[in-house]
């Protein structure tokens, strides 16, 4: 069966660093990956989604990589804000499983200022 | 527009009691799911509905587990004589049926057994 690793150990990171979370999966490359942030005791909110045939998507200060080879995807924030402490946790769709995502257990960054 | 709705916020039941959660998708949004996130842990998916059939119920972990969705909208899933180990975060998302959609969460119901 599929596995999703993100690290477990909290990420602390100074305001105005760029921040890097780490996404592996094993087995199969999905069709497509999401990433969601989720604030406590709230639902997962969409942030980004990258294709298999997309290296980079951009929004805003978030960065997407998906690296099929090394079967990893990297979320980055740049400049980051205290606003962005949260989890952040990565989706991959694998083919064949309509639209069901599974979800990485998350990392949990803090924006120290 | 309104977003994904959840009921109750919160459950507290005794163990051996049957418990009801409901969800309310966004309007149009056909596609429904449901998932279970223990505390400090990842969402773990249940099951998925498209309209109001289920071609997808491989997460359920027991047949205690079951649900329903009427007329594509309302949800409900049921947890009969619940167990201890049943207490988590229960989410609902729903998405437009096609595509690479992104799901839109509800607030979740945080279930306690005791």
């Known amino acids: 069966s599929q596995k999703i690793e993100q690290n477990s150990e909290a990420l602390n990171i100074q305001e105005g660093k760029t921040a890097t979370l780490t996404c592996n999966y094993t087995n199969y490359s999905p069709a497509y990956l999401q990433w969601y942030r989720q604030d406590p005791g709230r639902g997962p909110v969409f942030l980004l989604l990258i294709r298999e045939n997309e290296k980079e998507k951009r929004k805003e200060r978030l960065k997407v990589t998906f690296d099929t080879t090394l079967k990893q995807s990297l979320f980055h924030i740049t400049a980051s804000q205290p606003a962005d402490s949260a989890t952040y946790l990565c989706a991959p769709r694998f083919s064949g499983g309509y639209n069901k995502l599974i979800f990485g257990a998350g990392t949990r960054l803090a924006v120290h200022p | 527009g309104a977003g994904v709705s959840q009921s109750p916020s919160n459950k507290v039941t005794e163990k051996g009691k049957d418990v009801e959660l409901r969800c309310d998708p966004i309007s149009g949004h056909t596609a429904l799911y449901w998932y279970r996130q223990r505390l400090g842990q990842g969402l773990e998916f249940l099951i998925y509905f498209q309209g109001n059939s289920a071609p997808d119920k491989s997460g359920l972990p027991s047949d205690r587990f079951s649900a329903e969705r009427t007329g594509e909208s309302v949800s409900t899933l049921t947890i009969q004589r619940t167990q201890q180990e049943d207490s988590a975060v229960y989410l609902c998302?729903?998405?437009?049926?096609?595509?690479?959609?992104?799901?839109?969460f509800g607030p979740g119901t945080r279930l306690t057994v005791t």
């Open positions: 998302a729903s998405s437009l049926p096609r595509g690479k959609n992104e799901q839109y």
